[in-house]
């Protein structure tokens, strides 16, 4: 860290210098992990309150800030499938301030968009992973489908009939539902919402028919009877709810989509600061407490490096677009 200092006159310092003086002329620059933070850092979560992003960005940050003594805090900036927050993050000042919740849908946006106006490599830089969890398919607990195999054989006898609800276009909700309707050879009105946690209640209403979400948005509802849940995805059932089959023991084998959630900053945020965070992330997502929690949710936390979970940002964005493509997704 010393000798980052001492290299200020280096042309790497000089660059780097100018690309956060650019993103903000007053902003102190923290170099070091032992200066940071000096000021509340934001979590940015690009969706509206009660979604699965909402969630662990809110349990991640009320945890950094019980371990450090420092304050973080979530901000939902909502609008766009996620691009208006994730926009504002690549246009923050890059002194380890402001973090973005990035999830599946990050990954999936430019099957929809044939311009985003920012780049997940050239402006952002990936941080830690946070969970990844299976998804759970619910209707509401009026819904007369018992079983996947019951909605299945209804949805093909009844081309667009029935309609799914997500967290927006080009959302996780929706292209999980996308792939479920090609794998199931069923076809499903979709109506999008300006996030997870508006269809979950519009589910819970019964003013939609399939809802397609994250295993920690999914669990409470259906414990508490207001949804009802007919498959799982991942290899086993989940501990919370033990009563409900995999999509391989419902009869849909090759449906295996799962979810992540993950932190990125702005491009240009100090090395120091970027591994800080990372190493932070894992100290709290493997204390014991949180893990059996996450356990009882479905969920897990694997830990990778900063460079490791970039790589597989860039591995996910090449699945969608594999997926976009095998679904007929065109880009608008």
Known sequence: MHAMRNRRGSRAFQLFARLALAASAAAPLCATAADWPTKPVRLVVPYSPGGTTDYAGRQVAQRLSELTGKTFIVDNKTGASGTIGTLDVARSPADGSTFLVTDTTYTMLPLLFAKLPWDHRSDLVHVAEII????????????????????????????????????????????????????????????PYRGAGAALADVMAGQIDVLITAAPTAIPPVQGGRVRALAVSGESRLDALPEVPTFAQAGLPSYQVLNWFGLAAPKGTPDAIVQEMNRLVGQVMNDPAMRNQMNAQGARHRDMTAAQFGEYVNQQVTLWADVGKRVNIKPE
């Open 132 to 191: 990844e969890t299976p998804l759970v398919l619910i209707v509401p607990a009026t819904s007369p489908f018992k079983t996947l195999d019951a909605l299945i054989r209804h949805a093909r006898a009844n081309p667009g009939k029935l309609n799914f609800g997500s967290g927006g276009q080009a959302s996780s909700t929706h292209l999980a539902a996308e792939v479920f309707k090609n794998e199931a050879k069923v076809t499903l009105t979709h109506i």
